[in-house]
């Protein structure tokens, strides 16, 4: 059974960082794109960020760029999420989900609807 499990959220401060891991089971992570979400209280679930299978390209949201980094280890099935400078606004319930590419990862990163494996995510809190 194809499956992805999130680990490595927890309670941050302000400006403190955090790795999140993306293990995939049941399927081989080299023909998928991989993509972090999150979904705080009340809004919607949206894109923070994107890898291509091998790894060459990646993509973030604004709210991202520049403090979080994506990256993967397909060797060991596994995508992580590094999270630097966190903010209050950051909080949510991160998720990891991966996908056969169809199209740009730009586009792929902004909606949901592109991915059919889901974790069941992992709660990211930053507060002081």
């Known amino acids: 059974q194809a499956q992805v499990v999130e680990s490595g959220g927890g309670l941050a401060q302000p400006g403190g960082s955090l790795r999140l891991s993306c293990a995939a089971s049941?399927?081989?992570?080299?023909?998928?794109?991989i993509g972090w979400f999150r979904q705080a209280p009340g809004k919607e679930r949206e894109g923070v960020s994107c890898?291509?299978?091998?790894?060459?390209?990646?993509n973030y949201a604004d709210s991202v760029k520049g403090r979080f980094t994506i990256s993967r280890d397909n060797a060991k099935n596994t995508v992580y999420l590094q999270m630097n400078s966190l903010k209050p606004e950051d909080t949510a319930v991160y998720y990891c989900?991966?996908?056969?590419?169809?199209?740009?990862?730009?586009?792929?990163?902004?909606?949901?609807?592109?991915?059919?494996?889901w974790g069941r995510g992992t709660q990211v809190t930053v507060s002081s």
């Open positions: 890898i291509s299978r091998d790894g060459s390209s990646s």
């Open positions: 049941g399927f081989t992570l080299d023909y998928y794109a």
């Open positions: 989900a991966a996908t056969i590419p169809i199209t740009s990862l730009q586009a792929m990163c902004s909606r949901t609807k592109y991915f059919g494996i």
